[in-house]
């Protein structure tokens, strides 16, 4: 009966001990934040790279390529991101309800000193939204017109059908005499026409050029339709939409 007794005290005080553990570790999932860093050609995780978060500290980027760092209240901070090979930037981290509302970053390798990388990025849903670059009464850049120009002015990098992208374009040279426009489509629609709305994608368009992020857009959560027409280029200036 001693024994028994003893035996019901050990399972009594395992259990109780393996419950706390738990409850430690989703105490401590709770207080972090995580942020990953994506190459904007290739989609693989960004290893090794060093991210400053304002007022928290220095941090380096895992094989996956994540950042985790103390939970903070709402509000918005900077983010800084250097690695070799890569383009320096400055991003913005939005906390909203405890949550960061759009934890993908999306980073670009460097470019030759004329080139202009976009890259696309969304959320799970919808899966295939589609990039779109042209010169006006030229080329056309998509996944269905061309992937890569005979001159190499333009090209695809890459195309997404699952879901987060990236999809990325990459222009050899923006010519000032001509203009240019980006828009976003939502290719989903067509395979299931009640799918989930373009607006509620979280798509956000990263713009590098002259080896350093120009633009970041992101689209307005009161949009109608399948189309985002994103920016247009004129004599050389990046114009945002209005929508």
């Given at each position: 009966?001693?024994?028994?007794?003893?035996?019901?005290?050990?399972?009594?005080?395992?259990?109780?001990?393996?419950?706390?553990?738990?409850?430690?570790?989703?105490?401590?999932?709770?207080?972090?934040?995580?942020?990953?860093?994506?190459?904007?050609?290739?989609?693989?995780?960004?290893?090794?790279?060093?991210?400053?978060?304002?007022?928290?500290?220095?941090?380096?980027?895992?094989?996956?390529?994540?950042?985790?760092?103390?939970?903070?209240?709402?509000?918005?901070?900077?983010?800084?991101?250097r690695k070799e090979g890569y383009i320096s930037a400055i991003y913005t981290?939005?906390?909203?309800?405890?949550?960061?509302?759009?934890?993908?970053?999306?980073?670009?390798?460097?470019?030759?000193?004329?080139?202009?990388?976009?890259?696309?990025?969304?959320?799970?849903?919808?899966?295939?939204?589609?990039?779109?670059?042209?010169?006006?009464?030229?080329?056309?850049?998509?996944?269905?017109?061309?992937?890569?120009?005979?001159?190499?002015?333009?090209?695809?990098?890459?195309?997404?059908?699952?879901?987060?992208?990236?999809?990325?374009?990459?222009?050899?040279?923006?010519?000032?005499?001509?203009?240019?426009?980006?828009?976003?489509?939502?290719?989903?629609?067509?395979?299931?026409?009640?799918?989930?709305?373009?607006?509620?994608?979280?798509?956000?368009?990263?713009?590098?050029?002259?080896?350093?992020?120009?633009?970041?857009?992101?689209?307005?959560?009161?949009?109608?339709?399948?189309?985002?027409?994103?920016?247009?280029?004129?004599?050389?200036?990046?114009?945002?939409?209005?929508?």
């Amino acid at each position: 009966m001693k024994n028994q007794k003893i035996v019901f005290t050990f399972l009594f005080f395992a259990i109780t001990f393996s419950l706390n553990a738990q409850q430690d570790t989703t105490n401590q999932t709770i207080k972090t934040f995580t942020i990953y860093f994506v190459n904007a050609t290739t989609a693989e995780p960004v290893a090794g790279a060093k991210v400053m978060i304002e007022n928290i500290g220095s941090f380096s980027t895992d094989s996956s390529g994540i950042v985790i760092f103390p939970k903070q209240p709402d509000g918005a901070l900077k983010a800084i991101f250097r690695k070799e090979g890569y383009i320096s930037a400055i991003y913005t981290i939005e906390i909203t309800n405890e949550t960061i509302f759009r934890d993908y970053i999306i980073v670009s390798p460097v470019l030759e000193s004329d080139q202009l990388r976009i890259a696309l990025s969304w959320d799970k849903q919808p899966e295939d939204l589609d990039a779109h670059f042209i010169e006006n009464n030229s080329y056309h850049i998509s996944f269905r017109n061309t992937r890569v120009l005979n001159d190499g002015t333009a090209q695809l990098d890459r195309d997404d059908m699952d879901g987060y992208g990236p999809e990325s374009i990459t222009v050899s040279q923006i010519d000032n005499d001509r203009d240019y426009s980006f828009y976003v489509y939502k290719y989903s629609n067509k395979k299931n026409p009640s799918n989930y709305p373009l607006c509620s994608s979280k798509a956000t368009v990263w713009v590098y050029g002259n080896n350093r992020l120009l633009n970041i857009f992101h689209i307005p959560t009161s949009m109608k339709g399948d189309t985002w027409n994103v920016f247009k280029i004129i004599n050389g200036v990046i114009v945002e939409y209005k929508q």
